[in-house]
């Protein structure tokens, strides 16, 4: 039986499930970041990420990686003043 529920992010929940099937949908999907599964039980949730919530995500990973590269070249700095 699937459900459907609303909220925030889409979501659709299989019951009795099996581990072996989670186990091969992760398979299947292992090269994709959506949808993301959970399994619970023999309960299977699918959740797909809204496009503001990937947004915030590249907007995030960009800011940390623009950090790092900025962290690493003044490291280099300092430590050349040294």
């Known amino acids: 039986m699937a459900t459907a529920l609303s909220s925030a992010q889409p979501t659709l929940i299989l019951r009795d499930i099996s581990w072996r099937t989670y186990e091969d949908l992760l398979e299947d999907l292992r090269d ?31 800011l940390v990686s623009t950090v790092r590269q900025w962290v690493a070249q003044n490291r280099m700095k300092y430590r050349s003043s040294e």
């Open 32 to 62: 994709r970041s959506a949808p993301r599964l959970t399994f619970d039980r023999g309960v299977l949730e699918f959740l797909s990420p809204t496009q503001e919530h990937e947004q915030t995500n590249t907007a995030i990973a960009l």
